[in-house]
């Protein structure tokens, strides 16, 4: 259980770190999306391990295939199966750390659960996983594409580095143009600096990625448990080291009085449009057509290239030693992941949607 | 749609604010759990409206009847329907506000989803629902009783209010001793004042609630998508008038290092713990044994006593006018209501993970 | 688990035989379907105890309170609760069963998987929970109405006494004629001297409900797993009593050849025919816009007013005497439940449909 | 929708006739069950065409991969991806039927449901997807296995020819000694020599697989709608051809009196017996530790090799030529499917049940 994502449009995703490959199954996406190949592809470039100085120097090529589920360019509405081999599974020597727990990590938590564990690189728990979600995403994209539903990450703080602004004040466009994914250029600078140095360091640092979702239209979310915002905020957090998600206001509404933070409204043509969005465009669960934008907190990466005290399966008192070549901030990798979660439950909620009226 | 949660453990709520009555259905609960209808009551007490004078003067006895599912005072493996009669739905005159869109509530939305809407008191996006899910909290709560699982909930911020001390030096027995619901005694003072300044101004304001889980065994929680946080967070976010989630350091964390972040594992006696709990008692979205806590960032209530620009159902320009007896500030009678959705998450995943291992 | 049934129009149905009361919540109806609360109650009218000489002479008046979900006549979108309250749950004495296990009920299934039952009249497992489903039913037969989908079940076998002709050659508008509910009205009056007669020996006889649904559009139904027959096999082998189902041609299309079984397409104005329907209007598990018909067999009651040898709780040999009013034979009373359960499935499938195409 | 099958062990399956490739996703497989890749092998090879000349002479070689989910052996608790790649899925013509509807198929409805369809080979609605179910399957036998549970299957009925013996008076391990898969030698050479019969008449002929499932302990399945043989009735009637299904007495039960057909309960040591079964080891929908045994209707095989008439997408008069291999008779390949998809069933109810005490 808790390996799919979704009701109707849903999907499955199945694979381990240094298995001979992963991938997803999308069941529910709507015949006839046009599939483009190429975009998927791209989608998965942002994500992979390897693309700058400041992710980690693996290597993975990612190359997928579809199996089914499209025919003649277009989804088939029967599942889309995806496959992502793993290329160089077997390469690698884990026995040093085959039965100790890493700190932070999910290795002792999946072996008291399981009682038995893959350890190499992390096994089901790794991020490699979300190669898998990213390709799903993409599709997903491709479908809000129909619908005019456009969907942009970025990165807005890394360690103390907090990008003030708004995602109004900011040029979006700008975000792939550097390596952290931070559109406005002077704190990109600022922000790929520091990570370098804290790479340098042989440490690790958190950061956020801010994301909006423009042109959904009213009427897109469930009611009670299943709110557009509860089902976003789930998304974020299932993506590895995530710890916490807000949406409109957030944490900083709670200062606020309801004087101030009620969003107005007004006509604005045939449209009902707010005057502001503290609501981040989500009312009752249920999107009111404003934007809708929400930050996702992810914490440093627990894998450093430093020393640390840990226990084994037999509770002994071990060293564990960093090794490899892994990710000294999550963030940047992590935008295209943020994007593709928020595509499928947009994807989800819009399918459901047509089931609301007689 | 949208109206249950939890799949093994599973509650079906319905009900608007203003109809016959509402309930819930609770489909999983175990067989043998002892049901305490005192303790019920109890718990429905401390959401009910009409508590203090910090809360809404609105009086609802909020009596519940267990229909089905429990015989001879213990659950039976068939599922507990509860229902909650509303005495007094006929007794409000509506037409004031029938065709207008109240500003950040959930009128406007439910009207484009739905095409229809009941507009007495909110109809089902009401926060009345929330009596039918701490009816179920608290049958959740003895089921995790039968597995020393506890649970804690606190006011820990009232607008700029904020308790800066940790759970862990608190005296959490305190939290019921004072109508706000905070734990530190002089703190709990301040907001109680705080909050009775905002309703003499006819205005609102948010505020934060703490909640710690102690006792979860490790290994609760399942992988990927259902992670433990991420379906706490999921229902936290249900509640109404919810923003923001976080657990273990949360959005402070992003700021760490890695070297600080990481909880170093070390053996104590035949447990394996950790020194430091930054992961909040949850790794790769399982339990560890460590306390699970998190916060809950609530937005200041959109029913307020002043006049309020607008539109109806026809797009014309109206003002709306504050009305009624409502809450000041959502989170006092908010604890209660994290604390039942926390129960129904951990009574949940403690049944699911009875099925990973041969 | 168990006690809910559907995707998208989902019910979930709660209550023992001899607790406060049973219900249903169905979430999922679409906004703005007309409900006609009389209709509900004429369709538990053909279901409830005591209707006729050849059923059971139990009273139960099946009063039904729709809680929610309901506005200004209307479905609201939001979920409808319906409860039924048993009126008379204390009035009897089942000290007589209370530890034994009735041959061919429940009694012992349910003590083996819970530990504990409610031994009042059956508890859960009581047909009495069939009352809620027939409710839920109403609501969604009035859904299918919009839509010109119509459904008529009716009793084709009682005993060896079998209807030979199909459908298509009965007035089925006479189903409603006679108690027995069978629409050949020389049938049915051999059909009620014969279960007069197996009443008067104190025992039971089985029986065969046949069901058509007329009106369905092609494309209803959904690929693989949840073909649309499947379901619908499932929806009424999980009536009670029921040991088979088969549509189509059924369990005697076996004999024949692919070229006779073969539905031949043909064009009919603008529509796609086939000129036999040994399909079962299903091919694929997609509804092909002909008539959707299936048997459904029944089990000879296993209440008899006969003593019969059992076990206890203890593992005792025991002496179960038949007491109460029970029915000779269940298909009268059946018919309502099939054509119940059949317009669930249409509903939900109906709804999925939507889906499935951009 | 409906690729998926199961709550906890649950598979999703994906992939078309003559795509790149088909497979299945397993989660919810407990960890720690032995995998035999050879095991998987021979149940593939039991369903896999070209086996014998009474079934296609069609060549598929159905090698599978294990993508993920097993580790050292054993399975790990994370999902299972399985992938069988189509190795000459681009070598045919199809050109001839890519706008036909042939009779008795699929290709009608799901035009209609997606308005696009992969015309090769019957896509996504041949019975090739069956290979991902018996290796699935094969996963879920070798889980049963370790809790004594066996599953048989055999032809008990091919066209007229109908096996009189009831499973008990048969000699189960000689299904496998003959083509078409019936236990007892002088009915299978009947069997084999009609279907050749059929065959060469270039027609084809239905037929029943019997199974029953040994050592399921009392109180596996679910209350009201998830009934064991209502579970078990859909995964059967979601096989490709199926017409109908019975469980126990099934539709001859109907002729009974209750006085005969009810089970009188007895013990037996330190269990509960039953003396009779005619409820199929199944009472309220619960195991009852007797025998599970049903009957699963198969419908002649729609591709015949004569000419049939049709129309095509636009509505026009046809002629459809029989081309290609096919089976004159599905039944003896159908036999590990109806054994899989009982071993799916059972694995998830078996799991299920251990939620359903304290």
């Given at each position: 259980m808790g390996n799919s994502f979704g009701r109707i449009f849903r999907i499955s995703t199945f694979g381990e770190s240094h298995g001979l490959g992963l991938g997803v199954v999308i069941d529910g996406?709507?015949?006839?999306v046009a599939i483009d190949e190429d975009f998927i592809r791209e989608e998965m470039q942002r994500r992979k391990?390897?693309?700058?100085?400041?992710?980690?120097q693996r290597k993975e090529e990612d190359d997928f295939k579809i199996l089914s589920g499209v025919f003649e360019g277009k989804s088939t509405g029967t599942p889309i199966g995806m496959v992502i081999m793993n290329t160089d599974q077997k390469s690698k020597d884990y026995s040093h750390i085959s039965d100790k727990f890493r700190p932070s990590h999910a290795d002792y938590t999946y072996f008291e659960k399981?009682?038995?564990?893959?350890y190499r690189g992390g096994g089901?728990?790794?991020?490699?996983?979300?190669a898998a979600r990213v390709a799903a995403g993409a599709i997903a994209k491709m479908l809000l594409k129909h619908f005019e539903i456009s969907i942009h990450a970025y990165v807005s703080q890394v360690g103390d580095l907090k990008l003030e602004k708004n995602y109004r004040d900011l040029?979006?466009?700008?975000?792939?143009?550097?390596?952290?994914?931070?559109?406005d250029p002077q704190m990109a600078e600022e922000m790929i600096s520091f990570i370098d140095g804290v790479r340098k360091d042989r440490d690790t640092v958190g950061g956020i990625v801010s994301c909006v979702a423009q042109g959904v239209p009213p009427g897109i979310g469930e009611p009670v448990f299943d709110r557009l915002h509860a089902e976003l905020g789930k998304a974020m957090l299932s993506i590895n080291a995530v710890k916490g998600f807000e949406y409109?206001?957030?944490?900083?509404?709670?200062?606020?009085r309801g004087s101030d933070h009620n969003d107005t409204f007004y006509r604005d043509g045939d449209k009902v449009r707010t005057k502001t969005n503290h609501s981040g465009g989500i009312q009752g669960g249920i999107s009111n057509g404003e934007d809708i934008y929400f930050n996702v907190a992810f914490k440093p990466v627990a894998t450093i290239m430093q020393d640390q005290e840990s226990v084994n399966e037999s509770g002994d008192a071990v060293l564990v030693s960093g090794k490899g070549r892994h990710d000294p901030c999550v963030v940047p990798r992590a935008v295209p992941i943020v994007e593709a979660m928020c595509a499928l439950v947009l994807a989800d909620y819009l399918l459901i949607s047509r089931t609301n009226k007689l």
């Open positions: 996406c709507p015949a006839g391990p390897g693309q700058s100085k400041i992710t980690t399981y009682g038995i564990r893959d089901r728990s790794s991020a490699r996983e979300t040029d979006l466009t700008l975000t792939e143009s550097n390596i952290v994914r931070c559109p409109g206001s957030g944490f900083e509404g709670v200062k606020m």
